[in-house]
T-cell receptor, first 118, second 118 residues
Framework: AQKITQTQPGMFVQEKEAVTLDCTYDTSDQSYGLFWYKQPSSGEMIFLIYQGSYDEQNATEGRYSLNFQKARKSANLVISASQLGDSAMYFC???????????????FGQGTELSVKP | GAVVSQHPSWVICKSGTSVKIECRSL??????MFWYRQFPKQSLMLMAT?????????EQGVEKDKFLINHASLTLSTLTVTSAHPEDSSFYIC??????????????FGDGTRLSIL
């Protein structure tokens, strides 16, 4: 069965430093996509970055990069040069081909609460 | 990115009343819309998946008669919480997705609705 695991309930990082948020996944499908979302205290879900299972390069979007290790089934989010505004909940999510063809359902992890210290 | 509008942002009402929440995809036609419920510091819990013109698919344990979903068009889905009680108080958030836009398309989320039943 499809599953996403985020083992860090909470993380602290000093402003301007880099931080890695862990995400491991499980699927028997060879084709899948991995997504990261940010949820500030105001509640909206902000899409950050996407990694496809067949993408050979790690995805990057500005200060966000995804450390994709397919053999380990991990898709860790790296935030460089942390800012106070990065304090939020971060969710890792996956959609494999089964779910893609059945309407696009995402499986979400439990989330990691990131706090950036000044 | 794509824009999804959700209204209202906050609802406070008396026990026994029904509450309707709207989710609109403003700049693309959504194949599918999703409704989630979220408790504080927890992950998103998928309630139901709706496709335009067809009945919603509810997740196990979600009461269909309590949470009515209508997906009248490719840009509008509504969630009605019928005869709401204090235990229905929660954060409800919708998302929209278009399969035709490809595997790398995320679900685009509304800003959520905080529902408080007195």
């Amino acid at each position: 069965a499809q599953k996403i695991t985020q083992t860090q309930p909470g993380m602290f990082v000093q402003e301007k430093e880099a931080v890695t948020l862990d995400c491991t996944y499980d699927t028997s499908d060879q084709s899948y996509g991995l997504f990261w979302y940010k949820q500030p205290s105001s509640g909206e879900m902000i899409f950050l970055i996407y990694q496809g299972s067949y993408d050979e390069q790690n995805a990057t979007e500005g200060r966000y990069s995804l450390n994709f290790q397919k053999a380990r089934k991990s898709a860790n989010l790296v935030i460089s040069a942390s800012q106070l505004g990065d304090s939020a909940m971060y969710f890792c999510a996956m959609r494999d081909d089964v779910f893609y063809n059945q309407g696009g359902k995402l499986i979400f992890g439990q989330g990691t609460e990131l706090s950036v210290k000044p | 990115g794509a824009v999804v509008s959700q209204h209202p942002s906050w609802v406070i009402c008396k026990s026994g009343t029904s509450v309707k929440i709207e989710c609109r995809s403003l700049d693309f036609q959504a194949t599918t819309m999703f409704w989630y419920r979220q408790f504080p510091k927890q992950s998103l819990m998928l309630m139901a998946t709706s496709n335009e013109g067809s009945k919603a698919t509810y997740e196990q344990g979600v009461e269909k008669d309590k949470f009515l979903i209508n997906h009248a068009s490719l840009t509008l889905s509504t969630l009605t919480v019928t005869s709401a009680h204090p235990e229905d108080s929660s954060f409800y958030i919708c998302s929209a997705w278009a399969q035709a836009r490809g595997h790398n398309q995320p679900q685009h989320f509304g800003d959520g609705t905080r529902l408080s039943i007195l």
